[in-house]
C-alpha cells in the first residue's frame, strides 16, 4: 500500500446463522476488487458451512489473505490500531448480534466487530433470522445506534433474478456497496421499464 493511500483491507466474518454462501461471495467479491481481505469463521459457522455447501473448511479459508482462529483474541484484527476499511459480518446469527449489541465478546467475531465500532469504522451485519422477538429487534436496534449498518439479505425482485445464485450475487453487492465498493455484479435501477422490452431503461 502507498504512503497516503486508504487502506484496502476488509474483516470478512462468517458465523452459524444459515447462509454461507454470502460469506463466500464476499470474499470472492473482494479478491476481484482487489480488496485484502481478513477472514474468521465461528466454530458454529464451520458447522454450517458443513452442513449447507459443498465448500471444505480449507477451500473457504483459500478465498481469504489472512486467516484467524475463532478464539485467537490477539489477532491482528482485535485491536484498533490495525486499520481496515471495517467488517462484514456474512451470515450474521443471532448470539452474533447479541454480543455485539451488548459489548460482552466472547470470540473474535464479535470483538473484531466491536472493534470497529469503537474505531468509527463500518460494520454491516447481514443479519438472517425470522421471525423475530422483541430481544432480537432490541438488539438491531443498539447495533444502529451505535453506528453499525443491518443489512438484512433481502431479495430485490426488481433486478428480475433467474437463480438462487442472483439474488445472493445481488445482496452482497448491495452490501459491499455501502462501502463504497462497487462489483458490477448486477442491473441496478435507472427507472421504470420501457414499454414493450419487459426490462428496465438503461439495460
Do not use: N
Not at 20 to 31: D, K, S
Not at 86 to 114: H, K, N, Y
Not at 119 to 126: A, K, Q
Amino acid at each position: 500500500m502507498a504512503k497516503g493511500q486508504p487502506v484496502r483491507r476488509m474483516i470478512v466474518g462468517i458465523t452459524g446463522a444459515s447462509g454461507t454462501i454470502y460469506g463466500v461471495r464476499v470474499l470472492e467479491a473482494l479478491r476481484t476488487l482487489g480488496i485484502e481481505s481478513h477472514l474468521v469463521v465461528s466454530k458454529a459457522g464451520d458447522q454450517t458451512r458443513s452442513l449447507e455447501t459443498d465448500w471444505s473448511a480449507a477451500d473457504l479459508r483459500a478465498l481469504a489473505d489472512k486467516v484467524y482462529a475463532p478464539g485467537d483474541i490477539a489477532a491482528a484484527i482485535s485491536s484498533g490500531s490495525f486499520q481496515t476499511m471495517g467488517m462484514v459480518v456474512a451470515p450474521c446469527s443471532v448470539r452474533t448480534l447479541s454480543e455485539i449489541a451488548t459489548g460482552v465478546t466472547s470470540g473474535l467475531v464479535s470483538r473484531a466487530a466491536d472493534v470497529c465500532l469503537k474505531e468509527r469504522r463500518r460494520l454491516v451485519l447481514m443479519f438472517r433470522e425470522t421471525p423475530l422477538h422483541a430481544g432480537h429487534l432490541k438488539s438491531l436496534l443498539a447495533v444502529t445506534e451505535m453506528g453499525g449498518i443491518v443489512h438484512l439479505p433481502v431479495p430485490a425482485f426488481y433486478a428480475r433474478p433467474r437463480t438462487v445464485d442472483d439474488i445472493v450475487t445481488h445482496s452482497v453487492a448491495r452490501a459491499l456497496d455501502l462501502f463504497g465498493l462497487d462489483t458490477k455484479s448486477f442491473p441496478r435501477w435507472t427507472g421504470p421499464r420501457s414499454k414493450g422490452t419487459g426490462r428496465k431503461s438503461g439495460d
